[in-house]
């Protein structure tokens, strides 16, 4: 299996992996107090899932507010078949710094009203029901999260094509001045045998008109000099023009491939557009 396949079908494997993951139980320190909450791990990065999170909840109808260092959700019904409120309290961190497209959603819930009290984790009798809110909120963050590296990926590659397409109206150009300099140099190395047999044709008594001759022939070679300066220098750029180019289409090979194992997750089952 070539290597860009066997990449694509092992982040398919990890993204699938990743959704039958099911929440767990966990506990947090906040002012070095321990809480107990439910959490879940997705394989996102932080400022992709919080968007995740408060778009999920704003759907539902709950505007986001911050305590802390908590994202906070009030008078939400965490078990859909109860009465009871609580107020929900999210802190959503990358799982370590070596780890920054992982994250970890924790949910602490308090009842609605009440104060944050610490708490072990056997101690909470909201978890269970958190657990299962976090299980049915997970496919949704999922699907979201995905969307959005899908979108921010297009635009990677949509302006890595854009470039490309400049590098090459660019080359046209370039090549275009190329064979302008070298018709000017082709025109001028004429004119120059032309002025050799005229100046040859002058009289040696003639000096003034030798001189005049002479003159023109000058200027002639230094035309000829800056042709060739800038014929060097168009060729140079031809060169570092070529050289651009292949990197970007490098680029854009290795950014379609990353593309394609983003939609291959998203035709992973449980997957849906947000």
Do not use: W
Request: positive net charge; proline residues 3%; aromatic residues 8%.
């Amino acid at each position: 299996m070539h290597k860009p396949l066997l990449l694509l079908f092992l982040s398919a494997i990890f993204f699938t992996a990743s959704l039958k993951a099911q929440s767990y139980s966990s506990s947090l320190t906040f002012q070095k107090s321990p809480y107990a909450v439910a959490a879940i791990q997705v394989p996102f990065e932080e400022n992709v899932v919080t968007s995740a999170v408060k778009d999920y909840m704003s759907r539902k109808g709950f505007k986001d507010s911050r305590y802390k260092d908590f994202i906070v959700f009030r008078s939400v019904p965490v078990d859909g078949n109860s009465k009871v409120y609580s107020d929900l309290y999210f802190t959503i961190n990358r799982k370590s710094r070596s780890e920054k497209d992982i994250t970890i959603v924790n949910l602490l819930p308090v009842k609605k009203g009440q104060t944050l009290l610490p708490a072990a984790v056997e101690d909470s009798s909201f978890i269970s029901s958190s657990l299962t809110f976090l299980d049915s909120l997970k496919p949704y963050i999922l699907s979201y999260s995905l969307h959005q590296e899908i979108l921010a990926q297009q635009g990677v590659l949509a302006k890595i094509n854009s470039k490309i397409n400049d590098l090459k109206n660019d080359s046209g150009d370039i090549a275009k001045k190329i064979r302008g300099y070298e018709s000017d140099l082709a025109e001028n190395r004429n004119d120059q045998d032309k002025q050799t047999r005229e100046i040859n044709n002058i009289s040696t008594g003639n000096q003034s008109a030798l001189a005049r001759a002479h003159k023109r022939m000058d200027k002639l070679m230094d035309r000829q000099t800056d042709y060739e300066k800038k014929l060097r220098n168009a060729r140079e750029d031809q060169y570092k023009n070529r050289k651009a180019l292949e990197g970007q289409r490098s680029l854009a090979e290795k950014e379609s491939q990353t593309l394609d194992s983003l939609n291959l997750r998203r035709q992973s089952p449980g997957v849906a557009a947000p």
